[in-house]
């Protein structure tokens, strides 16, 4: 007895088949439901929506992935754009006068083609921006041409339009987006770009003067 106090006490009584049994699938069914709990929480994770426009990714004019991090913290204006409208000189000069004017220190001009609208876009995306450099000068960023509308919309437009509860109905809607990546104002293509050029610049210098605050 003695012997059997030091070494911790008495044996426990080998399991019965019909023990072993019960406590096997209890240990299969511990494991499976750590598998469903793992395999709810990458699906969870994958199917979580960014938070702010910021946080998506897009496709360059040249088809390269592209983060949309690198503008966080300032003020984007997000354009679908067109090379063949009626609205394209007089936006595309506007657009780059704004770009010009305010600098890309704290703002950008970011244009989406998009083909959905008769055949106001139809060439290929290095196509299309060569020619509004070619043509108009441009110099802030031309993405890859996207789908705005329906199921195959560009989930980073497709934040935009859901963020303002409209999608657009033709070329050069304009969205401004706060450097929170959230978005705070859009205007269609025929209202005049001096209102969107008075909130830009409103944006910019709280930007500017918040910066400064924080020095």
Request: hydrophobic share 40%; glycine share 6%.
């Amino acid at each position: 007895m003695e012997a059997l106090e030091v070494l911790g006490g008495y044996p426990t009584k080998p399991l019965n088949p019909r023990a072993r049994m019960v406590r096997f699938l209890l240990s299969i069914m511990v494991c499976m439901g750590c598998l469903l709990m793992l395999h709810s929480f990458l699906n969870i994770s994958k199917s979580r929506k960014p938070q702010d426009f910021y946080s998506f990714e897009v496709k360059d004019a040249k088809g390269k992935s592209v983060s949309l991090e690198r503008y966080r913290g300032k003020a984007s204006l997000v354009v679908n754009v067109a090379s063949h409208s009626e609205h394209t000189e007089k936006n595309y000069r506007s657009l780059q006068e704004l770009h010009r004017e305010l600098g890309t220190s704290h703002f950008n001009v970011l244009a989406f083609p998009c083909g959905q609208f008769g055949d106001t876009e139809m060439g290929a995306s290095r196509d299309i921006e060569a020619y509004a450099k070619n043509t108009y000068s441009v110099t802030f960023t031309i993405f890859s041409k996207v789908k705005i509308m329906g199921s195959e919309a560009e989930p980073a437009f497709k934040f935009i339009t859901d963020s303002v509860k409209k999608v657009p109905k033709w070329n050069f809607w304009k969205f401004l987006v706060n450097p929170e990546g959230q978005v705070v104002r859009f205007w269609k293509a025929e209202e005049p770009a001096e209102s969107v050029r008075k909130e830009a610049i409103t944006m910019v210098r709280q930007i500017i003067l918040k910066k400064r605050t924080e020095l």
